[in-house]
Structures are given as C-alpha cells and as structure tokens.
C-alpha cells in the first residue's frame, strides 16, 4: 500500500503521461482521463490485486473500464507500475500498436473488456462479479469506472438493477462524476440526478466523495468492500480536465489532443514549475 503522499505523485504523473501519449498521437481524450487519475490511481496502486506480466492471472481482482474512450489514464497506470514499458506509450492508437484508442481486450489482455461503445462496462462487471459466485477456486472482487455521460445509457440501469437484486458483494462501481460529457454539461443535455438515491434505490451501498481526495477515495472503497450483502456504488466528484487549468471544466477539451505549447504548459502546471 503506498502512502497517500506517493499515491499524489503518481496521480501527477498518470496526467502527464497521459497528455503526453495524447498529444504524440494528435488524438484522445485529456478531460477525462484527468478527472480520473487519483481514481484510477488508488484501485492500481492501493487496492487491486493483479500481478505484473500475468494479467491472466485467475485471482487477480477485475477492472472494466466503462468509459473506454479515456483509456490513456489506464495505459498510463500500467506503465507506472511496470507492465508497459514507456516507448510504447508513443504508439497511442497507431494502427498496429497494442494500444488503441479504446480497450483492446485481444491485443492487450490487460484490458478486461473492449469497452469502445459507452454503456456495457457495468453489465460487463456484474457478469464478471456473478462468475465470482461460481469460482470454487479464485477469490476476487471487480471493479467498473463508469462516466457520468454515460449513465445515460439505458443498460446501465439494467446492470444497476441486477447487481442489486442479486446481491453482488464483491463488486464495485465508480462514476467519475465530472459533469460534463461530449458537448455540453451532463445536467443540460440529460440530467442524472439525484442520483444517489437511484442507486440507494436499486439496492447499492451508495457514497459520495471528492474524486481527487485520495484518502476519501480510500476510504470508501474499503467500506465498498465491507458489505457483503450488496454492490457497493461511489460516485466521484471531479472536474472535466483536473490539473489543468484551461482544460478543466470545458467540454472543448472532452476528445482533443494538445497542441506542443499546450502540452508543455499543461505539464508545468502539473508539476508546479515555470514553462519556458
């Protein structure tokens, strides 16, 4: 377990490599694999259970990223914890590299699920949590980070509804709530709330934390992992680009790749120092 102090810095450092990858490729998405980062941070470095060079482990705990467009935040774990090496981080959705713009369960078996089109990542889960239920071998729990935009999607309240009714205690889910989706803020385009009590209502242990408060973060996902008799749900509140200033909360920024000078002040910023 790293302390809160390192698990800061990497935090840090899943945004710069991930603005980075995005930028060398001309391509991605910075808004929300920036929101994401402390999340994506506390699972891989604080709470998942995986081997490095064995992703097909039979115990590692499950990680579906719903929100599959943001997955440079995830490249950009692995490469910190050693399962990727950083030249490879420059093939950023190049055609024959490993790592596309979305996840690439085939190429990269890293990757739990492909998970391009928005909606399917919780119904992924709950299938991954209720084949748990039939390992008389493997003990693990999975995990689904879902947008906010994308609880939009009708499938999702299916999936919500079956891991209440089933009771799925070994799963988790996490909407990075950054409120703000493709074109606009999610409350103009298709508002979700109120959206813990939909799913308190469906069944879930529900909580709400600041999505950049890594002790919050923490904290919750061990009280997630607490109740044995249902699905734990954390929404997250961030902000749409978090880190950068002229990123954040502007849905300019949801799939465009900085330019070199916005890269270089968006890593300054980052860092705290001075851009030349």
């Not at 710069?16 to 930028?23: N, T």
């Not at 499950?62 to 692995?78: D, E, I, N, Q, T």
């Amino acid at each position: 377990m790293r302390s809160i102090e390192e698990l800061e810095a990497i935090s840090r450092q899943l945004r710069i490599r991930s603005l980075r990858m995005i930028a060398k490729a001309n391509s991605g998405h910075p808004g929300g694999s920036l929101s994401s980062a402390e999340l994506v941070a506390a699972l891989y470095f604080g709470v998942l259970n995986y081997r490095v060079g064995d992703p097909t482990w039979a115990a590692r705990d499950r990680f579906v990223l719903s929100k599959g467009h943001c997955v440079p935040v995830l490249y950009a774990a692995l490469a910190e914890a050693g399962a990727l090496e950083d030249e490879e981080l420059e093939t950023l959705r190049m055609i024959d590299s490993r790592l596309q713009g979305h996840p690439d369960h085939v190429r990269l078996p890293y990757m739990e699920a492909a998970t391009g089109s928005l909606g399917q990542g919780l119904s992924v889960a709950v299938g991954m949590a209720l084949a748990e239920r039939l390992d008389t071998e493997n003990d693990y729990r999975t995990y689904c980070l879902l947008g906010d935009g994308e609880l939009q999607a009708g499938q999702v309240w299916e999936a919500a509804m079956s891991g209440g009714k089933f009771g799925l205690g070994k799963l988790t889910a996490i909407v990075d709530y950054n409120k703000v989706q493709l074109d606009g803020y999610v409350r103009n385009i298709m508002d979700l709330e109120p959206l813990p009590d939909k799913f308190t209502s469906f069944g879930w242990h529900t909580q709400e934390v600041d999505g950049h408060d890594l002790r919050a973060i923490l904290q919750a996902l061990e009280n997630g992992a607490a109740r044995e008799d249902r699905p734990s749900m954390i929404i997250a509140h961030t902000v749409k680009g978090k880190g950068v200033s002229f990123m954040e909360d502007t849905a300019a920024w949801h799939g465009k790749a900085p330019t070199a000078d916005e890269l270089e002040r968006a890593v300054a910023e980052i860092t705290g120092t001075q851009a030349a």
